[in-house]
C-alpha cells in the first residue's frame, strides 16, 4: 500500500471512528540500541496496535549543551536535576535507524510516522513518505513548525497538554489554513499523570469546539483511562511502549508492557463493540429473554364467575400472561370460565 493510500485510509478511519486508531509510542524505549528498538516493533505488532510512533530530533535541535540552571529539568519529574541536552542525548532516536525501522514497520503491516520537532527533522522524515505527523504537546504554541509541517500535506495529529483553548485555536487555524487532516488528542503533561488529572470529558468538548476527530495521548499508569476515553468517543489513543519497566530508562516508568498494551488493545476493541448504536430494538437473545418477564397467572383455581383477587390471581415470572400492568383493571373482575392453577390469565378470562 503507497504512502498516499494509507494517508487516506488512516484519515477515513479517524473521521468516521469506525475502529479505534491505536498508536504505540516507542519514545527512549529503545535504550539506545537498534536491536531493542526493532523487538520493540515486533512486539508492538503482536499486542494489535495499528502503528508505530518514534520522536525525530537531536540534543542539539531540541536544546543547547549549557550547565545553566534554565537549562535543567527541575524538581517535580522523573527527570529532575538533569540537563536538558543530557536527557535528550539519552532518549533520542539516531536518525540513521529511521529507515530500518519504517522498513521494518511496513513489513509488519503497520504505520509508522514520528513526531519531528524542527524543520530539519520534517525534511529528513519526508524521504519515508509518512502516513502522517505527530505534533507533541510542548510544541502546540511553535505555530512556524506547525505551519511547516501542515505545508506537507500530510495528516496531523496534535497532542494538547498544557494549552488553552486560545492556544489550541490558535494551533488548530494553522492546520485548517493548510486543509490538511487534523486529529487532536487529549493530553496531560505529566509523568506520570494521575488518573485525577485527565479530564477525559474535554474529549467530546475538543471534538464539538473545533469540528475535528479527537483521542487520547495517555501517561497514566495502566489501562484503564484509555478504555473509558473510548467510550467518551476517542478514535486515537496513544500509548508509551516498553519491553519491560525493569530496564531503566527516561520514558519506562510510564510505559505500557507488551502484555498490558494487548491487554489495553483487547479492552479498546471490546468497548467498540459494547458502545454499538442507540437501539431499542430487541436482539435476538434479548427476544427470547421476554419469556422470563413477570406476567398475571391464576396462582389458585377459580370458578366462573368468581372474584379475581390479589390472592389468587399474581404477577409471577413466566411471560405468557396478560402485562402486569393490567392487574388493577383485573382485580375485582370476575372470571369468565374456571381457570386452573397456574393458568397465563388472558382477556378471555376475564369479564
Known amino acids: ?5 494509507r494517508q487516506n485510509l488512516m484519515t477515513h478511519n479517524l473521521q468516521t471512528a469506525s475502529k479505534t486508531y491505536i498508536i504505540a509510542e516507542v519514545s527512549a524505549n529503545h535504550n539506545g540500541k537498534i536491536d531493542t528498538a526493532k523487538e520493540c516493533l ?29 537549562f535543567r529539568v527541575g524538581e517535580g519529574t522523573l527527570w529532575a536535576g538533569r540537563t536538558l541536552h543530557d536527557l535528550y542525548a539519552e532518549a533520542h532516536t539516531p536518525w540513521e535507524w529511521h529507515g530500518e525501522l519504517f522498513a521494518l514497520a511496513k513489513e509488519l503491516g503497520m504505520d509508522c510516522f514520528s513526531t519531528p520537532f524542527d524543520r530539519t527533522a520534517v525534511d529528513f522524515l519526508e524521504q519515508f513518505d509518512p502516513p502522517a505527523y505527530k505534533i507533541a504537546s510542548f510544541e502546540l504554541v511553535d505555530l512556524p513548525l506547525i505551519q511547516y509541517v501542515a505545508s506537507k500535506g500530510r495528516p496531523i495529529i496534535m497532542s494538547t497538554g ?23 488528542l487529549k493530553c496531560t503533561s505529566a509523568y506520570p499523570s494521575p488518573p485525577e488529572s485527565m479530564n477525559l470529558r474535554t474529549i467530546p468538548h475538543l471534538a464539538e469546539a473545533f469540528g475535528v476527530p479527537t ?7 495502566g489501562t484503564a483511562v484509555p478504555v473509558a476515553a473510548v467510550a467518551l468517543g476517542a478514535c486515537v489513543i496513544e500509548k508509551h511502549f ?20 494487548k491487554e489495553m488493545v483487547d479492552a479498546v476493541r471490546v468497548t467498540e463493540k459494547a458502545l454499538g448504536k442507540v437501539n431499542y430494538e430487541l436482539t435476538d437473545k434479548e427476544q427470547a429473554s421476554k419469556s422470563f418477564r413477570r406476567s398475571l397467572f391464576a396462582v389458585e ?29 383485573v382485580v375485582g373482575r370476575c372470571a369468565s370460565q374456571r381457570v386452573a392453577r397456574g393458568t397465563p390469565l388472558a382477556w378471555t378470562h376475564v369479564r
Open 215 to 221: 483521542g487520547l495521548s495517555d501517561h497514566t499508569l
Open 1 to 5: 500500500m503507497n504512502g498516499m493510500n
Open 242 to 261: 516498553t519491553l519491560s519497566r525493569e530496564t531503566p530508562g527516561p520514558d519506562s516508568a510510564f510505559s505500557l508492557e507488551p502484555h498490558e498494551f
Open 42 to 70: 515486533r512486539s508492538i505488532q503482536l499486542a494489535g496496535a495499528d502503528a508505530v510512533k518514534l520522536q525525530t530530533y537531536t540534543p542539539d535541535t531540541m536544546t543547547l549543551d549549557c550547565d545553566s540552571d534554565v
Open 162 to 184: 498544557m494549552g488553552s483553548l486560545s492556544e489550541i485555536a490558535e494551533a488548530v487555524a494553522v492546520v485548517k489554513a493548510a486543509d490538511v487532516p487534523l486529529t487532536l
Open 301 to 329: 383455581d377459580i370458578e366462573a364467575g368468581e372474584r379475581l383477587t390479589e390472592k389468587n390471581v399474581r404477577s409471577i415470572r413466566p411471560g405468557s400472561g396478560l402485562p402486569p400492568k393490567h392487574l388493577p383493571t
